[in-house]
């Protein structure tokens, strides 16, 4: 098996193999090898023409056979890329792997499957593709491959990003290439040439950064501060953040207290905040925690029922739990 790292290096080095099978949880990652890998294996010329891309599931075994049989025209490169290669049947799999041998010097084929099909490796379907091609797993990029990517493309645009922000936008991408690429070209847009990204930037503009409003929600409820809590409600609201969507981070953010004072991980990804989550939770027992997490989902059920107005009902769930704190409960 390869890594995207060694296939990267055999493919700007010119060493081509016939065939190859990318899997794993990165789909992102998985289409843009596969691009990569036409567009540096076909001259220009070709890539309009010879770049074909076949769905596995709406294509039967034989029409895939057909098609890898096809030879180009003039001795020119083809490029036959098949997704969902997993679905078709174990005597169908070997037929079309067949086709594969004798290698033909002209025809590259990259077969793949998404990441909600990734097979197990010791599967016979995974023995299988490990013997007739180059297997290639595609993971979540690691924290330094993140940070050092954003800097680079940052750097391309003649930006910089302040080491506070760089870490925090890496926690926050958790190792997703989409969402790095996703998250740093809103940046690019959003500063100047010559600027440096900085922390409030990356929560300005920057998805999930509703974690944040919430922390500081949470910190106003947390230290009894009931005026503060009244005013940062009005300014969510005001920002476009409806009652309901409010009371269901709020929730999110308490069940992760609760799930951080007992050594477990929180919710989705939120790994980056466990130090204030830990910080938070001190402030109450794990009894508490659990019923603030019941009150608020009662507060969700009373929005749904039309029992009172869902900003009359946010506000006093929360007003409530400030003056609690405020009493010293």
């Given at each position: 098996?390869?890594?995207?790292?060694?296939?990267?290096?055999?493919?700007?080095?010119?060493?081509?193999?016939?065939?190859?099978?990318?899997?794993?949880?990165?789909?992102?990652?998985?289409?843009?090898?596969?691009?990569?890998?036409?567009?540096?294996?076909?001259?220009?010329?070709?890539?309009?023409?010879?770049?074909?891309?076949?769905?596995?599931?709406?294509?039967?075994?034989?029409?895939?056979?057909?098609?890898?049989?096809?030879?180009?025209?003039?001795?020119?490169?083809?490029?036959?890329?098949?997704?969902?290669?997993?679905?078709?049947?174990?005597?169908?799999?070997?037929?079309?792997?067949?086709?594969?041998?004798?290698?033909?010097?002209?025809?590259?084929?990259?077969?793949?499957?998404?990441?909600?099909?990734?097979?197990?490796?010791?599967?016979?379907?995974?023995?299988?593709?490990?013997?007739?091609?180059?297997?290639?797993?595609?993971?979540?990029?690691?924290?330094?491959?993140?940070?050092?990517?954003?800097?680079?493309?940052?750097?391309?645009?003649?930006?910089?990003?302040?080491?506070?922000?760089?870490?925090?936008?890496?926690?926050?991408?958790?190792?997703?290439?989409?969402?790095?690429?996703?998250?740093?070209?809103?940046?690019?847009?959003?500063?100047?040439?010559?600027g440096s990204v900085t922390v409030e930037d990356v929560r300005a503009v920057s998805a999930g950064y509703e974690a944040y409003d919430i922390f500081e929600l949470a910190d106003g409820i947390i230290e009894g501060r009931p005026r503060t809590v009244l005013k940062m409600i009005k300014t969510l609201l005001a920002g476009g953040h409806s009652p309901v969507f409010i009371a269901t981070l709020l929730q999110?953010?308490?069940?992760?207290?609760?799930?951080?004072?007992?050594?477990?991980?929180?919710?989705?990804?939120?790994?980056?905040?466990?130090?204030?989550?830990?910080?938070?939770?001190?402030?109450?027992?794990?009894?508490?925690?659990?019923?603030?997490?019941?009150?608020?989902?009662?507060?969700?059920?009373?929005?749904?029922?039309?029992?009172?107005?869902?900003?009359?009902?946010?506000?006093?769930?929360?007003?409530?739990?400030?003056?609690?704190?405020?009493?010293?409960?």
């Amino acid at each position: 098996m390869a890594t995207p790292g060694k296939l990267l290096t055999e493919i700007k080095a010119g060493r081509f193999k016939p065939a190859y099978y990318f899997f794993g949880v990165e789909d992102y990652r998985i289409t843009e090898a596969e691009k990569f890998l036409a567009r540096q294996f076909l001259p220009d010329l070709q890539l309009q023409t010879n770049y074909r891309r076949i769905g596995g599931k709406k294509t039967s075994a034989a029409d895939l056979i057909a098609e890898l049989a096809t030879l180009p025209l003039l001795g020119e490169r083809r490029v036959v890329a098949v997704s969902d290669f997993q679905s078709y049947k174990p005597n169908e799999l070997k037929q079309i792997l067949k086709m594969l041998s004798p290698p033909d010097p002209g025809r590259l084929v990259i077969f793949t499957s998404p990441s909600s099909k990734t097979p197990r490796k010791d599967s016979k379907f995974m023995a299988l593709m490990a013997k007739a091609t180059v297997t290639v797993e595609f993971k979540k990029l690691r924290g330094a491959e993140t940070a050092a990517q954003i800097s680079a493309k940052f750097k391309t645009e003649g930006l910089t990003i302040e080491a506070d922000a760089r870490a925090l936008l890496t926690e926050l991408v958790s190792g997703n290439r989409g969402g790095l690429d996703t998250e740093v070209a809103k940046l690019i847009n959003y500063k100047t040439e010559g600027g440096s990204v900085t922390v409030e930037d990356v929560r300005a503009v920057s998805a999930g950064y509703e974690a944040y409003d919430i922390f500081e929600l949470a910190d106003g409820i947390i230290e009894g501060r009931p005026r503060t809590v009244l005013k940062m409600i009005k300014t969510l609201l005001a920002g476009g953040h409806s009652p309901v969507f409010i009371a269901t981070l709020l929730q999110q953010h308490f069940t992760c207290l609760y799930l951080v004072k007992h050594g477990k991980k929180p919710l989705g990804n939120r790994a980056f905040l466990i130090p204030k989550f830990r910080r938070q939770a001190a402030g109450y027992d794990s009894h508490r925690l659990e019923q603030i997490i019941i009150e608020i989902a009662r507060t969700d059920s009373e929005f749904r029922r039309g029992r009172l107005k869902p900003e009359t009902a946010l506000d006093m769930l929360a007003m409530n739990l400030a003056h609690e704190k405020q009493s010293g409960g």
